[in-house]
C-alpha cells in the first residue's frame, strides 16, 4: 500500500481535497426553520481557515446492514464516498463513547463494498487520525467536537506529525 496519511490529498472525480480530515456536521440544533444562518457560516468559516480538507453539512444514522446495502447501491449509481456514524447525537451513555469508537463501521462499509468511507466517532488527536488513514480503516478522517476545542486542528494535527502544509499568511507567526 502507498504511504497515505491524514495529510494526503484526496480526489474525488472532480474534487481535490488538500488533506484526509473532514468538519462533522454537528450544528442542525442551530438551523432556523431548517436554514443556513449565519452561526453557520462563522462557525464552519473558520473551520475552513483552519486547515480542513472538507466541510459535511448534513447526516443520519441507522443500521449498520443498512448502510452497506445502501452504500453498494450507492456506488453503482456513481456515489464516490460514505460518512459513516452510528448517530453520536443519540448515545446518552457516555461509557458507550470512547476514542475511534464509530471508525469499524466505515471500515465495514468500506471492507464490504469498496466505497470510498469517511470516519467519524470521538477523533481528537492527531495521531489516532493519522491511523485511521494509514491502517486503511478509513479514508477521511471527521473531526467534529475536538474543532469545537480547537478549530486550527489541522494545523495542529500537521505540526505534531512533521507534516508541512500551507499555513495562511496572517498565521504564520502563531505556528
Known amino acids: 500500500m502507498a504511504n497515505i496519511n491524514l495529510f494526503s490529498p484526496l480526489r474525488i472525480r472532480g474534487m481535490a481535497l488538500k488533506n484526509r480530515i473532514v468538519v462533522s456536521p454537528m450544528k442542525q440544533f442551530s ?3 431548517g436554514k443556513v444562518g449565519h452561526w453557520h ?20 444514522a441507522w443500521k ?14 456513481g456515489v464516490d464516498l460514505i460518512t459513516a456514524s452510528a448517530g453520536g ?21 468500506k471492507a464490504e463494498t469498496g466505497i470510498l468511507s469517511g470516519a ?3 477523533i481528537t488527536e492527531a495521531a489516532q487520525a493519522d491511523e485511521i488513514i494509514a491502517s486503511g480503516k478509513a479514508d477521511l ?19 505534531i506529525l512533521g507534516a508541512n502544509v500551507e499555513i495562511p499568511f496572517q498565521y504564520k507567526r502563531a505556528f
Do not use: C, T, W
Open 89 to 109: 447525537f443519540v448515545i446518552l451513555d457516555k461509557a458507550r463513547v470512547y476514542p475511534s469508537y464509530q471508525v469499524r463501521f466505515a471500515e465495514k462499509i
Open 141 to 159: 478522517a471527521i473531526v467534529a467536537r475536538e474543532f469545537l476545542r480547537d478549530p486550527y486542528f489541522p494545523m495542529h494535527a500537521a505540526k
Open 41 to 60: 457560516i462563522v462557525h464552519l468559516g473558520s473551520r475552513a481557515v483552519g486547515g480542513a480538507g472538507l466541510i459535511m453539512e448534513d447526516e443520519r
Open 31 to 33: 438551523a432556523v426553520n
Open 64 to 77: 449498520i446492514e443498512d448502510s452497506i446495502v445502501l452504500a453498494g447501491i450507492l456506488k453503482q449509481i
Open 120 to 122: 467519524v466517532g470521538a
